[in-house]
């Protein structure tokens, strides 16, 4: 088979940049291992349930942010969303509650309830966070490429936004912590909790420009997607249809195709077909996988080899609960960041501290009559998953462990709950492996450092000049992160028509 592009992959990232592409009028064919498509954003069926694998949390659904952008050039309608505030609630392990939404004033109302012995720095904190972020991201509507763009196109860009652009530049290489001098361990603990599960890192990890995007979108409202994040990768694979690309499912790619002279031609499928592609070969896989199983490590130049041994991620442990709909509200929201210990020594660990709780929007049925479908997540380093286990047997016996921790973690971190959840099937990285055969089943985006916020060269450019990686390994991380490489990907190599 003959292409103009090839997409390995039908994540949110290889889905949109198809989606584009076709209805940019390129021949675009994508393949997908899995008989559907959606990778990490497909949902999880069982006994009636349909279950998110994620946490519900979407942003950049406002009009002229990165998702009404895309669909407003594609021949279909977008998913259905809602309108979501507060975003989550924080509750820390005192039983004190942050509420993460709600409009500013309560927002900090509640800061200096919870946090009286900083107070006034925390607010501080965060209205300085915000006005970055907040700038950050209109910035970003209007050039999607900004945090890969040339350095002197970006100074320019933001010295345009004045005090608060001139800020943005001078906090660009800082971690989160240099500013939180003078901040209490509670407060700090709060941050580090939220920035885990948005950014995969902690505030000494993530930068504080980083921060201040994730942490002032969720601070705005998030959205939720009727179908959850299944229903927008559906739409993007009806879109590439529509627009006369091809989708092709059950079609597991085995590595990259090279000519006589080592150029990569296409890929070869491990069904011995081999599909060309005359102008680029996208990998949505992430960039472990992208030069580790495309390109071929034998091919892959050293510096980056060693780079991708540098780069870690997390793992991720979900339990897809059944809730009785009539069980009173926690806390008056569907969804929870629980914290059960401030961990006053030693860096912050995810792995037993942790747990987000997310439960479907009741607008949108997702279980039988009288249920509803709730996910929980906590974090788990993946490569234990792999190691160490002599036999099945072993596994399951760490399974069920980490099972009867996080259960009881999430008993003690909402007492609320009692008997009126129930397991319905758990996912370990394992599980992940088999479903996407990410490397050692991790996933998100790479654990960030502080120093990378600002890459100043696409971030979806690869060793190969026609080879792209466009996946949450190359992005910020999050749909909204994924999508925005996505269209600066689509927008350099076929202009909008
Ligand atoms: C627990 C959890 C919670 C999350 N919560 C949220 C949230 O609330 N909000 C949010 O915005 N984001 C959330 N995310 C992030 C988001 O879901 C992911 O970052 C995103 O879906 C990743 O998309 P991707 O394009 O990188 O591709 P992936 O999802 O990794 O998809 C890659 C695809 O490539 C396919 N593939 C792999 N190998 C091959 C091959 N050899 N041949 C062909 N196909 C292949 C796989 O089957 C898969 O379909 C969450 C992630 C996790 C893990």
């Not at 150029?263 to 070869?268: F, L, Y």
């Not at 792209?468 to 202009?495: E, Q």
Request: with cysteine; charged share 20%; aromatic share 8%.
């Amino acid at each position: 088979m003959d292409c103009e592009v090839v997409v390995v992959g039908g994540g949110i990232g290889g889905l949109t940049v198809a989606a584009l592409l076709a209805q940019r009028g390129m021949n675009v064919c994508l393949l997908e291992r899995q008989p559907d498509v959606g990778g990490c954003a497909a949902s999880f069926d069982k006994f009636g349930y349909t279950f998110e694998q994620g946490h519900g949390l979407y942003s950049s659904w406002e009009p002229d942010e990165i998702h009404p952008r895309i669909f407003a050039e594609l021949p279909v309608e977008p998913p259905e969303v809602h309108a979501v505030d507060p975003s989550y609630v924080v509750r820390l392990p005192d039983q004190s509650e942050v509420v993460v939404g709600n409009g500013n004033e309560q927002f900090e109302r509640n800061l200096r309830e919870v946090f009286p012995e900083c107070a006034d720095s925390a607010v501080g904190f965060y209205r300085e966070l915000n006005l970055a972020g907040t700038t950050l991201r209109q910035l970003l509507q209007q050039n999607p490429d900004l945090l890969t763009a040339s350095k002197t196109s970006r100074t320019y860009k933001l010295l345009s936004k004045g005090k608060a652009g001139a800020r943005i530049l001078a906090t660009a290489t800082d971690p989160v912590s240099a500013y939180l001098n003078g901040l209490s361990f509670r407060f700090r603990r709060f941050v580090d909790a939220q920035l885990q599960t948005l950014a995969q890192g902690n505030s000494s990890e993530v930068p504080y420009l980083q921060a201040a995007i994730a942490l002032s979108e969720v601070q705005q409202g998030t959205f939720a997607i009727r179908g959850g994040s299944a229903a927008l990768a559906a739409r993007l694979a009806d879109s590439i249809r529509t627009s006369g690309g091809a989708v092709r499912l059950n079609a597991p790619v085995l590595r990259l195709a090279y000519d006589s002279a080592g150029n990569a031609v296409g890929v070869d499928l491990l069904s011995g077909e081999k599909v060309t592609a005359s102008k680029a070969i996208v990998s949505n896989l992430t960039v472990w996988d992208t030069y580790g199983k495309l390109v071929g490590l034998n091919r892959t130049p050293s510096e980056i080899r060693k780079a991708l041994q540098r780069l870690r991620g997390w793992g991720a442990y979900l339990i897809f609960l059944s809730l009785e709909d009539n069980a009173p509200d926690v806390s008056g929201s569907d969804r929870f960041l629980a914290v059960t210990d401030w961990q006053t020594d030693g860096p912050y660990d995810p792995e037993k501290h942790q747990l987000f709780y997310s439960a479907a929007p009741r607008w949108d049925q997702r279980a039988p009559a009288g249920k509803r479908a709730v996910t929980v997540h906590a974090f788990t380093e993946a490569e234990s998953w792999f190691t160490f286990h002599s036999d099945e047997e072993e596994l399951e016996e760490r399974d069920q462990l980490m099972l009867e921790a996080c259960w009881e973690r999430l008993h003690r971190a909402m007492p609320e709950l009692g008997g009126s959840v129930e397991v319905i099937e758990s996912v370990n990285p394992r599980g992940y492996y088999d479903a996407t055969r990410r490397k050692l089943g991790m996933v998100g985006s790479v654990i960030p450092t502080a120093f990378q916020f600002w890459r100043d060269q696409a971030s979806y450019l690869t060793s190969l000049p026609n080879l792209f990686n466009i996946s949450d390994t190359t992005s910020l991380g999050g749909l909204a992160s994924v999508s925005r490489t996505a269209l600066a990907f689509a927008d350099k190599l076929a202009a909008r028509q």
